[in-house]
């Protein structure tokens, strides 16, 4: 079984920056895809974008593309959600998940327990 561990979230003001991790322990990462989910409050959990094991395939909903950027470094055993341009409607808790693919939440076995990103001035 694989633990995942979310971190980089934070208090960012509009159209600043942030860099999620997503590290994995207990099992290696590099054979796994991995989503980026996020979930705000009153809200269902939704894709952000997916990456296969490679890293040579990626995906990114369209509401973050040309601002957000999936990556994974598998000799660190860790994917990247780089997060530029940040909107305020971007504020939510953000998770990683392996185990699975698609764009569907429920197509994935594992999950960290997420990290808060919060854009406000």
């Known amino acids: 079984q694989v633990q995942l561990v979310e971190s980089g979230g934070g208090l960012v003001q509009p159209g600043g920056s942030l860099r999620l991790s997503c590290a994995a322990s207990?099992?290696?990462?590099?054979?796994?895809?991995v989503g980026w989910f996020r979930q705000a409050p009153g809200k269902e959990r939704e894709f952000v974008a997916r990456?296969?094991?490679?890293?040579?395939?990626?995906y990114h909903t369209d509401s973050v593309k040309d601002r957000f950027t999936i990556s994974r470094d598998n000799a660190q055993n860790t994917v990247y959600l780089q997060m530029n341009s940040l909107k305020p409607e971007d504020t939510a808790v953000y998770y990683c998940?392996?185990?699975?693919?698609?764009?569907?939440?429920?197509?994935?076995?594992?999950w960290g327990q997420g990290t808060q990103v919060t854009v406000s001035s």
């Open positions: 998940a392996t185990g699975g693919w698609g764009n569907s939440a429920a197509n994935y076995d594992y």
């Open positions: 207990g099992r290696t990462l590099s054979g796994n895809n």
């Open positions: 990456i296969t094991s490679s890293g040579g395939i990626a």
